[in-house]
């Protein structure tokens, strides 16, 4: 069964305090591994994809790295804008457009 | 400005009551999508639409309907039958093509069951 496993569930960090967020993930034919974020009440907004291992994609503060079996979000140097909740999701080849969504990181930082 | 418009984001139901989310995108895009997403839940899809007058069933389905009669609208219809629809809903769109996982979403429309 695909699945999609991310941790922390929550993560405290102090401004400039870098960390990263970890997505494990099980699907057989990896189509693409995507990451949002979502603010408190709002709907998720696309940060990244990644199609294969190795891959890296960078974004201001935030960088999203990939290997065969997980990704991970590392923030660097973060600040209190950058609280909010990392979603990460996978899309199989085999099962068409449909996303499979981790439950998600929620990330707080504090000045 | 492009992008997904969600409404009512507020909606209060009676048990018993067929409810329907509005949503609608100025995108020019095919496909549409609905999610549900609980508190300490992943998103988890209810219906998506690839192409005008066809769509597919996700996979939480049960107790849900959907239309999609012009690309720019996916109404979603709560019914009496799902027995637990107090949850935060999002409508999202995206592409045809390769790039189908970058999704679009609407501010989401959050229902209580009274």
Known sequence: ?111 | DGGITQSPKYLFRKEGQNVTLSCEQNLNHDAMYWYRQDPGQGLRLIYYSQIVNDFQKGDIAEGYSVSREKKESFPLTVTSAQKNPTAFYLCASSTAGFNTGELFFGEGSRLTVL
């Open chain 1, 1 to 111: 069964e695909d699945q999609v496993t991310q941790s922390p569930e929550a993560l405290r960090l102090q401004e400039g305090e870098s960390s990263s967020l970890n997505c494990s993930y099980t699907v057989s034919g990896l189509r693409g591994l995507f990451w949002y974020r979502q603010d408190p009440g709002k709907g998720p907004e696309f940060l990244f994809t990644l199609y294969s291992a190795g891959e890296e994609k960078e974004k201001e503060r935030l960088k999203a790295t990939l290997t065969k079996k997980e990704s991970f979000l590392h923030i660097t140097a973060p600040k209190p804008e950058d609280s909010a909740t990392y979603l990460c999701a996978v899309q199989a080849w085999q099962a068409g457009t449909a996303l499979i969504f981790g439950k998600g990181t929620t990330l707080s930082v504090s000045s």
